[in-house]
Nanobody, 127 residues
Framework: QVQLVESGGGSVQPGGSLRLSCAPS????????MGWFRQAPGKDREFVAA????????NYASSVRGRFTISRDNAKSTAYLQMNNLKPEDTAVYYC????????????????????WGQGTQVTVSS
């Protein structure tokens, strides 16, 4: 069973930045399409961003577009979520997700398309 190891969460003031990392325990990152989701207390898990192993463009939720950047370093077998200009409404547990299937762009927003999930990392934005 593939495990996704996340790191990089924490507490930050509004306007601050954090970078989340995610690495699969088996096989290299180049074998996976990757996504990030988040879940705030009392809310459903929601899509944040996704990157596919193909050369296609990344996909972002409208709420984070222009502030968050998803990237992947296949040599380090690690995916990243750079989060800038953080807002209190970004407070949530963030999960990375992966699938060995090749997704079309529209499918990357669907949690049920991912086979593997990280343990989650807390991001808190508060003054």
């Amino acid at each position: 069973q593939v495990q996704l190891v996340e790191s990089g969460g924490g507490s930050v003031q509004p306007g601050g930045s954090l970078r989340l990392s995610c690495a699969p325990s088996e096989r290299t990152l180049s074998n996976y399409d990757m996504g990030w989701f988040r879940q705030a207390p009392g809310k459903d898990r929601e899509f944040v961003a996704a990157t596919r192993r193909s050369s296609g463009s990344p996909n972002y939720a409208s709420s984070v577009r222009g502030r968050f950047t998803i990237s992947r370093d296949n040599a380090k077998s690690t995916a990243y979520l750079q989060m800038n200009n953080l807002k209190p409404e970004d407070t949530a547990v963030y999960y990375c997700a992966a699938t060995e299937s090749r997704m079309i762009l529209s499918s990357t927003t669907r949690a049920d398309q991912y086979s593997y999930w990280g343990q989650g990392t807390q991001v808190t934005v508060s003054s």
